[in-house]
């Protein structure tokens, strides 16, 4: 059973930044695409951003200039670098993993097979 472990997720002000991590229980993350998503409340899950294996990215309009997708295999790690934190980015943040090694354009929550459990980003003065 693959196990996703999110962390780095809080209460930060706008203009903020936080980083959040996710990291497997299993070298997954180098053989798969990995995406982040965001469920605020009333609001449908919401693609935030993904990385493939060859280190393409993908990032939704809303976020595109403030935050940054990357990979780091040595530690099985995938992180977001989130800047210029906005109250509109407060939700419950997702990694998953894909089911592939690639992703071409928007994809959906069917696209991937293995969540996290989720962390809290609430951006708030």
């Known amino acids: 059973q693959v196990e996703f472990v999110e962390s780095g997720g809080g209460l930060i002000q706008p203009g903020g930044s936080l980083r959040l991590s996710c990291s497997a229980s299993?070298?997954?993350?180098?053989?798969?695409?990995t995406g982040w998503y965001r469920k605020a409340p009333g609001k449908e899950r919401e693609l935030v951003a993904y990385?493939?294996?060859?280190?393409?990215?993908y990032y939704t309009d809303s976020v595109k200039g403030r935050f940054t997708i990357s990979r780091d295999n040595a530690k099985n790690t995938v992180l977001l670098q989130m800047n210029s934190l906005k109250p509109e980015d407060t939700a419950v943040y997702y990694c998953?993993?894909?089911?592939?090694?690639?992703?071409?354009?928007?994809?959906?929550?069917?696209?991937?097979?293995?969540w996290g459990q989720g962390t809290q980003v609430t951006v708030s003065s």
């Open positions: 998953a993993k894909a089911l592939g090694t690639t992703l071409v354009g928007v994809t959906t929550p069917r696209d991937y097979d293995y």
């Open positions: 990385i493939t294996t060859s280190g393409n990215t």
């Open positions: 299993e070298n997954i993350l180098r053989t798969y695409a």
